[in-house]
């Protein structure tokens, strides 16, 4: 079975300082990694995912994660953050079953001016 | 651009009452999904559906039926509404062609009931 877990709840952070919100999973089997995005009052929007290759997956506005296997890590990055970067993030972990999407619990980022 | 949408954004309905969700995707995909999404609990998968008349139930099920008439429909249905159904309900769907399919998300119906 797999699992997620999001340790931060919430992640407060400066305007234009670097921000790293952390994933950790749990799987018996090859896995497919994602992290989208919830604006307020809206539905989840992909951020990026991991499928195979380069460890280092880019996605949109600016954010990258890295893939570490032995870690069991997917932890998402962005060096620079603006306030529109206010919103909640969720790693999510889809393998075997390709129906089966786990989600973590969400992380908060609130950026401060 | 995918477009996933629901029937409300928001609905007040009051104990005991039948309440049908309403989704609908443009995109031709075989796979939609049903979460319900609370503070501190992520996303959880309450029923999904790949293909017109199937489904399976996903973590969550109890309280809850579906239905998917037309392929581009999924429905949920809370038979008799409680309190502590009271969430922000999320529809979701998916092409078939592997994990590299992402799911696309609706904008979320936050339902209450009194």
């Known amino acids: 079975a797999q699992s997620v877990t999001q340790l931060d709840s919430q992640v407060p952070v400066f305007e234009e300082a670097p921000v790293e919100l952390r994933c950790n999973y749990s799987s018996s089997v090859s896995v497919y990694l994602f992290w989208y995005v919830q604006y307020p009052n809206q539905g989840l929007q992909l951020l990026l995912k991991y499928l195979s290759g380069s460890t280092l997956v880019k996605g949109i506005n600016g954010f990258e994660a890295e893939f570490n296997k032995s870690q069991t890590s997917f932890h998402l990055r962005k060096p620079s953050v603006h306030i529109s970067d206010t919103a909640e993030y969720f790693c999510?972990?889809?393998?075997?079953?390709?129906?089966?999407?786990?989600f973590g619990s969400g992380t908060k980022l609130n950026v401060k001016p | 651009d995918v477009k996933v949408t629901q029937s409300s954004r928001y609905l007040v309905k009051r104990t005991g009452e039948k309440v049908f969700l309403e989704c609908v995707q443009d995109?031709?995909?075989?796979?939609m999904f049903w979460y319900r999404q609370d503070p501190g609990l992520g996303l959880r998968l309450i029923y999904f559906?790949?293909?017109?008349?199937?489904?399976e139930k996903g973590d969550i099920p109890e309280g809850y039926s579906v239905s998917r008439e037309k392929k581009e429909r999924f429905s949920l249905i809370l038979e008799s509404a409680s309190t502590n159904q009271t969430s922000m309900y999320l529809c979701?769907?998916?092409?078939?062609?592997?994990?590299?399919?992402?799911?696309?998300f609706g904008p979320g119906t936050r339902l209450t009931v009194t």
């Open positions: 979701a769907s998916r092409g078939t062609k592997g994990p590299a399919y992402e799911q696309y």
């Open positions: 999510a972990v889809v393998g075997g079953n390709f129906n089966k999407f786990y």
């Open positions: 995109m031709d995909h075989e796979n």
């Open positions: 559906s790949y293909d017109v008349k199937m489904k």
